[in-house]
């Protein structure tokens, strides 16, 4: 299939040549028609499946085709959960409409306010932004929304995750009801769903993956381990699967910079990415980590949502994350547009719990593989997929001659 049959127009067909996307992905190919129609869609679907190009590319056609902006207005609106999601999804529609005459703008906290409303005044096209933000714009009127035509909300899932639900209302009240809704999410939960049957009407719904599961080209396992040596077996593990390049999650920020600062200290390029960090530093974590210069890049949930990393080989969850939903989201950071990766989780006996709801979450048990000298004192509880904790394992024998492979003085200090 190509995506003229999509019937996109000439300009758009000839940029995506230029990028050498061949043909469109799955949920292109099901959500550029819908939305070349007109149509409301609510689309599962996750980051690494082509989505941005899916409702950016039929949205830059619309705009292009008909009307024009206005002072400090908006045509299509994109409601994001994060910056970086907010920079990456601006610079996509940059790139894919970078042949028209169309304006765009990108728009997030944690920034000087005053060259946002600068840039609003003479009106966009598109405007990709975080909540908190816009709403900050709208109520110094240096937005409004009588022209707008459609609203974009992208991974609803992690803005109700992250606490924007007051927020999205706010925003909500203050569009036209007359207006084409789209909604992306890679998980629908019983609040999204509600959200969805508030905002959209009569919506297509498309799904890409099964809901809620992980990439099936991706690798998952989980190595348990006693929480105190979860460094010592992260180092171990790099080392074993000469892992080029990792993404790291780490549940708290105070958690990252101690990883950060144990790799370094064994000379491996490492940065960091949390929400203490400000903008500009986050950017270029992840610009020396896109660029190779780093080789451990490690980051808390919030942070690393929308990172969009290509051919990215390995996730290592070093925590599990607290929110079941995140797994998805992490595991999705790697295998990207149809590569193979692997995610593995080191795993302590207090996260049992979480460890069985990421398990209900996406139906499947993951593999345990022990790695010899690490297998854990305290054990971890057997699970399924019912989200059960199946037994609790005996204490194991005391192991003989075990292997410590990274010696004390790169001990983790938290
Ligand atoms: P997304 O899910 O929108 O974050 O896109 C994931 C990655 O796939 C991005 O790096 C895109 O540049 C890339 N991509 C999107 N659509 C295509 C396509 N039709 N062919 C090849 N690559 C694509």
Redesign the pocket.
């Known amino acids: 299939m190509s995506f003229a049959s999509l019937g996109l127009i000439d300009p758009l067909v000839r940029t995506l040549a230029e ?7 799955p949920i ?1 190919a099901q959500a550029i028609p819908l939305v070349l129609a007109g149509r409301d869609v609510m689309a599962a679907a996750q ?7 899916g409702f950016a590319l039929p949205l830059l056609q619309l705009l292009t085709m008909a009307g024009s902006t206005a002072p400090n207005s908006t045509r299509v609106l994109v409601l994001v959960p994060t910056r970086e999601l907010a920079e ?1 999804v601006h610079q ?1 529609v940059c790139s894919y409409g970078a042949s028209l005459p169309l304006r765009t703008m990108v728009a997030y906290g944690g920034v000087s306010i005053n060259p946002q409303m600068m840039k609003l005044r003479k009106g966009v096209d598109i405007l990709v932004a975080t909540p908190g933000r816009l709403l900050d714009l709208y109520r110094q009127n240096a937005v409004k929304f009588d022209l707008l035509q459609t609203l974009v909300l992208d991974e609803a899932d992690r803005m109700l995750d992250l606490g924007f639900a007051r927020e999205l209302d706010a925003v909500f009240a203050a569009l036209p009801t007359q207006r084409q809704t789209l909604l992306f999410s890679a998980t629908f939960s019983d609040p999204i769903r509600a959200l969805a049957a508030k905002l959209l009407r009569d919506p297509a719904s498309l799904e890409v993956s099964p809901r809620n599961t992980t990439v099936k080209a991706i690798r998952q396992w989980i190595v348990p381990v006693d929480k105190k040596r979860k460094p010592e077996l992260f180092l171990y593990l790099l080392k074993k699967h000469r892992w080029t390049q990792v993404l790291a999650f780490v549940k708290t920020r105070k958690g990252v910079d101690a990883l950060v600062e144990l790799l370094q200290a064994a000379q491996i390029p490492s940065d960091a990415i949390h929400g203490d960090k400000p903008q500009p530093a986050r950017q270029r974590a992840l610009d020396r980590f896109k660029a190779g210069e780093v080789r451990i890049l490690v980051a808390t949930d919030v942070a690393a949502r929308g990172l ?1 990393i ?1 051919a990215l080989p390995v996730v290592v969850n070093f925590d599990l994350p607290i929110v079941a939903e995140d797994y998805v989201h992490r595991t999705g950071r790697t295998g ?2 149809g590569a193979s990766g692997e995610a593995v989780s080191l795993v302590c006996a207090d996260e049992v719990t979480q460890l069985a709801a990421l398990e209900l979450l996406t139906g499947q048990t993951l593999e345990r593989i022990e790695e010899p000298g690490f297998a854990p004192e305290h054990r971890v509880p057997v699970t399924n997929t019912a989200g059960e904790v199946v037994k609790k394992p005996k204490k194991p024998k005391k192991p003989k001659g075990d292997v410590a492979v990274v010696s004390e003085d790169v001990r983790f200090r938290r």
Request: charged fraction near 25%; hydrophobic fraction near 15%.
């Open positions: 990028l050498q996307y061949t043909e469109p992905t292109q980051t690494g499946t082509g989505k941005t190009a990456q996509s969009d290509d990207r547009a």
